[in-house]
């Protein structure tokens, strides 16, 4: 049971390149995120989906574009990156015991330069 | 709009030693829910606990207890017999009915440093 995992761990990106963040979870769960952190912040919502097949916006969603691939996983494009966008990327899906707990993956460093 | 509010940026303490995280919050919903994370230096962020609006009692969980003081909007962390692998930074982060529905609100962050 790996919980959330990310791809990569780590990127290094020029200004107007596009990437995809990858994201899986293994907990079936519905609801998953995408959340950045930047430095001397807490994290910010980007995008969420509640379910398979759809997706809606959060605090941040600009230069971002979401798919819910299906129930497992949740990727994250940047179609044109600016350096604004170097950041720490999490995903997290949400479940538990009380079913409002977000579980989160180990976060993708994110450089654009 | 709903907020978190997390004043202390860092706080010190020795091994063994109680510390308060304090985290106060800010809603008009009548119900939500509040969490605590823990992020080392490694970059994770570590679920610690959970208190829903409506529980009766305050919830705990190890050396992790959460002090819910629902008139004054505080949500604060205790953490009983501090260790070093304590020192870390730590998020309060609310559930709201934001536009996300779901999703969490986080403070800014507490730094905790143990110390021996």
């Known amino acids: 049971n790996a919980g959330v995992t990310q791809t990569p761990k780590f990127q290094v990106l020029k200004t107007g390149q596009s990437m995809t963040l990858q994201c899986a979870q293994d907990?079936?769960?519905?609801?998953m995120y995408w959340y950045r952190q930047d430095p001397g912040m807490g994290l910010r919502l980007i995008y969420y989906?509640?379910?398979?097949?759809?997706?809606d916006k959060g605090e941040v969603p600009n230069g971002y574009n979401v798919s819910r691939l299906n129930k497992r996983e949740f990727s994250l494009r940047l179609e044109s990156a600016a350096p604004s966008q170097t950041s720490v990327y999490f995903c997290?899906?949400?479940?538990?015991?009380?079913?409002?707990?977000?579980?989160f993956g180990p976060g993708t460093r994110l450089l654009v330069l | 709009a709903q907020k978190i509010t997390q004043t202390q940026p860092g706080m010190f303490v020795q091994e063994k030693e109680a510390v308060t995280l304090d985290c106060t919050y800010d809603?008009?919903?009548?119900?939500?829910?509040l969490f605590w994370y823990k992020q080392p230096s490694s970059g994770e962020m570590i679920f610690l606990i959970y208190?829903?609006?409506?529980?009766?009692q305050n919830a705990t969980e190890g050396r992790y207890s959460l002090n819910f003081q629902k008139a004054r909007k505080s949500a604060n962390l205790v953490i009983s017999a501090s260790q070093l692998g304590d020192s870390a930074m730590y998020f309060c982060?609310?559930?709201?009915?934001?536009?996300?529905?779901?999703?969490?609100?986080f403070g800014k962050g507490t730094t905790l440093s143990v110390s021996s």
């Open positions: 809603t008009s919903d009548p119900s939500y829910g």
């Open positions: 982060a609310m559930r709201g009915h934001n536009q996300a529905g779901t999703a969490l609100i």
């Open positions: 208190q829903g609006s409506y529980d009766q």
């Open positions: 907990m079936n769960h519905n609801s």
């Open positions: 989906s509640a379910s398979e097949g759809t997706t």
């Open positions: 997290a899906s949400r479940g538990g015991i009380h079913q409002e707990t977000q579980y």
